[in-house]
């Protein structure tokens, strides 16, 4: 009986030692990341059978287990991941939304400059000065375009580091987990029984690795777990862990990607797969907000430079140099230079794939101003070997036809400001990434000639209009304008044109005349006339196909006499006329972007107000993230997390427990002696 006793007090003298123990070992990591709370699970010994019925032989611990729920524990990860990526592009957007938004170095007081120097100018052309100012004012303007796309490169460039940066952490926690899934795994087949702070520890590993991309886990029947990121691809297996690599794009050389090593090599891996945690948040902001920031800067800079070099073409300089001239070899009407779209071949083409090259069409002429058709997108250009197919990739649309000739002709209903040309035949298989505007914004910049000599600025235009001396009649002629293809003109001035009994005539044979827009009419010779209507816009046509008809225009309003001359002529000596000036202003309000649809800076402003309402969105949707995940991590702490106060009654209790254990002990040793004293007599 005595051996019964002080066994049954043993057992009960060491279970209230394990419970002290892991109560301490709680208490002690009470403020450990990642700990789980710890218990004592006891089970009664098997009894002893004896005469009188089974007597009881104590306690045993069974194990120590976590208390611990994997669904609490997922749902934490989850939130995690999503307030990682939120917050990881909630933090890059602020920079773009400073940077546009900033009312001194944002563009549009560049812009406002640039064209109070073109009003300066239309009000004093032969103001050396005021030309100097508008020259100033338009290499300022270029620089603030360079600026901030200087600024979103730079951003580009950050996020390649820190996308490096997140991959090496990704893989050092897949290969921590590999390594404790190892020791797991010898651990409870050496034990039979958890180690749970190694689980603790592995489980730790997760959270973080949650904090960089959102994965996915499954437990194997030796306690180890697998780790998935994407649509199922492994990151880690069992004592294996697989390599995040960043490689670049296949598609676009100057883009840093993530693949995935295999067996086979490296795999590039969709940006669709990398979702949650830091990671998803650079790629989505790069793929959603600074790409478009940087193609809508540039289109506005395109735009821009386009529509003002197109008005400057139909202009004359203070020189008197103008296209209807002929002006000195390397002249050029062109107020600012821009590059041309970017066209990059995937690294994986054909050998056989020939060179595709692009080019900005010219802005198309309307109410007397121009306008392009640009898209803030990247276009992906791909062959078949039967057809070529142009997708636009911010809403996959797509143009496809049997050659990039067809193709040009297909898109003339859908312009998208641009034309494809190739060295020769597509081979099936090939693909071009095209990038009209992504980075067009620095390199926009102003015509040297001009910088260095502002006297070259188109100001005036190159025709000038007048009634004959001789006229008896009330009519007179507007002062006249330009339009593309006028240059082809030049050989018809002076041109006298006269009135004859309703009729205009004295036009040279073989030119064409347009009334009101309306379909051209060749003239046949100098007696061939066109009817005249007072006011009528009547428009030499040049060498285009523009609809409607450009050229040299005029109108003459009034009734003139039969016999009455009216002149076009080149506008020489013109150093007072500010005529193209003045329409050079007219695009800072008119709707020259988007196929007339928004300004210079309407569109600026919208992509201002988008980017501004995109990072208020992703404010509030942090602060909705953060309030589920503390929610998630409140359910999950109150069953595993450590309570001091609870601790400190399992320390009385199992203290207690200890003294009543060892009481029983004292009186089993009583009883011992006792029995002794009596043999002994």
Do not use: C
Not at 493 to 498: F, G, H, K, S
Not at 570 to 579: E, I, L, Q, S
Not at 580 to 586: D, R
């Amino acid at each position: 009986m005595g051996s019964g006793i002080l066994g049954t007090g043993v057992s009960g003298l060491l279970a209230a030692q394990y419970g002290l123990q892991t109560t301490e070992h709680n208490i002690a990591n009470a403020n450990t990341p990642g700990y789980t709370r710890q218990r004592v699970i006891q089970g009664a010994n098997a009894g002893e059978m004896t005469g009188g019925g089974f007597v009881g032989k104590g306690v045993t611990v069974a194990t120590i287990e976590r208390v611990y729920s994997r669904f609490l524990t997922e749902q934490v990860d989850k939130a995690q991941a999503g307030v990682s990526q939120l917050d990881s592009y909630a933090a890059r957007i602020r920079q773009i939304d400073n940077l546009l938004a900033d009312a001194s170095a944002g563009l549009s007081p560049a812009l406002q400059g640039f064209f109070d120097g073109v009003a300066q100018v239309a009000a004093n052309p032969s103001h050396l000065p005021s030309r100097q100012t508008l020259v100033s004012s338009a290499q300022g303007l270029s620089a603030r375009y360079q600026s901030i796309g200087t600024q979103l490169a730079q951003m580009y460039d950050g996020l390649n580091g820190e996308i490096r940066d997140s991959v090496t952490a990704i893989n050092s926690h897949a290969e921590q987990i590999a390594q404790l899934n190892k020791w797991i795994g010898v651990a409870q087949a050496t034990s039979g029984h958890p180690p749970n702070d190694l689980l603790d520890a592995r489980d730790y590993q997760v959270a973080e690795l949650n904090k960089l991309i959102r994965v996915k886990t499954s437990t194997s029947g030796d306690g180890s777990i697998n780790v998935f990121v994407g649509s199922g691809q492994q990151l880690v297996v069992g004592s294996k862990s697989a390599d995040l690599l960043v490689t670049t794009s296949a598609s676009d050389l100057s883009r840093l990607v993530v693949g995935l090593k295999t067996s086979s090599g490296v795999q590039e891996m969709p940006q669709s797969l990398i979702e949650g945690g830091a990671l998803g948040g650079l790629l989505a902001f790069r793929s959603e907000s600074l790409d478009r920031a940087s193609s809508d800067l540039g289109r506005n800079a395109v735009s821009l430079a386009l529509t003002v070099n197109a008005q400057g073409a139909l202009g004359q300089d203070l020189l008197g140099q103008s296209l209807l001239s002929t002006p000195p070899s390397g002249f050029s009407p062109a107020v600012f230079t821009v590059g041309a779209p970017e066209v990059r071949a995937d690294s994986r083409n054909p050998s056989t794939s020939p060179t595709v090259t692009a080019a900005f069409t010219t802005p198309i002429p309307f109410n007397g101003n121009f306008y392009t058709d640009l898209v803030a997108s990247d276009y992906q250009l791909t062959a078949d070997g039967s057809n070529v197919t142009l997708t636009r990739l911010t809403d996959n649309r797509q143009w496809t036809a049997a050659d990039l000739a067809a193709l040009d002709v297909q898109l003339q209903s859908e312009p998208q400001g641009f034309t494809l040309t190739a060295s020769g035949q597509l081979p099936a298989g090939a693909s071009y990434l095209v990038q009209p505007t992504r980075d067009a914004a620095r390199r926009i910049a102003v015509n040297p000639a001009m910088l260095a000599d502002p006297r070259l600025v188109p100001t005036a235009a190159p025709i000038r209009t007048a009634a004959g001396t001789a006229n008896t009649g009330a009519a007179a002629i507007s002062p006249g304008s330009v339009g593309p293809g006028y240059e082809v003109l030049g050989a018809v001035l002076p041109l006298t044109v006269v009135y004859d009994n309703g009729q205009l005539r004295n036009f040279p044979a073989g030119t064409r005349v347009s009334i009101d827009g309306g379909p051209p009419q060749l003239i046949a010779g100098v007696a061939s006339g066109v009817p005249y209507s007072s006011g009528a816009s009547i428009t030499l046509v040049g060498a285009n196909n523009a609809i409607p008809p450009t050229g040299i225009s005029f109108s003459i309003s009034g009734l003139p006499n039969n016999g009455d001359s009216f002149v076009l002529a080149r506008n020489t000596g013109a150093t007072t006329d500010g005529r193209n000036a003045l329409v050079l202003g007219q695009l800072q309000t008119f709707d020259t972007m988007s196929g007339k649809t928004a300004s210079f800076q309407e569109s600026y402003a919208q992509l201002v107000s988008e980017n501004g309402s995109k990072t208020r969105q992703l404010q509030v949707s942090v602060q909705a993230q953060k309030a589920l995940l503390k929610q998630a991590q409140d359910s999950r702490d109150s069953l595993s997390g450590v309570n001091l106060d609870e601790e400190a009654a399992n320390l009385i209790r199992y203290q207690q427990a200890y003294q009543a254990a060892a009481k029983a002990l004292e009186i089993a040793s009583s009883l011992f002696n006792t029995i002794l004293q009596m043999a002994a007599r």
